[in-house]
Nanobody, 115 residues
Framework: QVQLVESGGGLVHPGGSLRLSCAASGSILSINAMGWYRKAPGKQRELVAVITTGVSTNYADSVKGRFTISRDNAENTVYLQMNSLKPEDTAVYYC?????????WGQGTQVTVSS
C-alpha cells in the first residue's frame, strides 16, 4: 500500500502564497511521476502540475508562472509552491503518485483564496 499525506492548505488573501507538501510512504516501488490535482465545487478534477522522476514538469495553463512543483526524491516528497493566488484557485488539492501499478491519491487539502 501507498500512503500520501498532504499538508499546507489553508485560507489566504488574493495575491498571497501557500506551499503544499505531500509525503509518500509504504510500497512506493518505482515512481513514475508525482503531481497535484484540484477539484473545485461544481467542477471536475483537473491537473495542476506534475513532475516526473526525470524532473520534467507540466503545468495547467491557468497556473503557469504562478505555481512551481518540486520534488525531493530522497524523501519521496513533492511540493507545490503557489504564488499570486486568485479566488479561482480555491479548491481541494489532491496529491497523486503514479507507478507501474497505477495511481494513488492523498486525502486532499483545502485551499481557499478569499478576501
Amino acid at each position: 500500500q501507498v500512503q500520501l499525506v498532504e499538508s499546507g492548505g489553508g485560507l489566504v488573501h488574493p495575491g498571497g502564497s501557500l506551499r503544499l507538501s505531500c509525503a509518500a510512504s509504504g510500497s512506493i516501488l518505482s515512481i513514475n511521476a508525482m503531481g497535484w490535482y484540484r477539484k473545485a465545487p461544481g467542477k471536475q478534477r483537473e491537473l495542476v502540475a506534475v513532475i516526473t522522476t526525470g524532473v520534467s514538469t507540466n503545468y495547467a495553463d491557468s497556473v503557469k508562472g504562478r505555481f512551481t512543483i518540486s520534488r525531493d526524491n530522497a524523501e519521496n516528497t513533492v511540493y507545490l509552491q503557489m504564488n499570486s493566488l486568485k479566488p479561482e484557485d480555491t479548491a481541494v488539492y489532491y496529491c497523486n503518485l503514479r507507478n507501474y501499478l497505477g495511481d494513488y491519491w492523498g486525502q486532499g487539502t483545502q485551499v481557499t483564496v478569499s478576501s
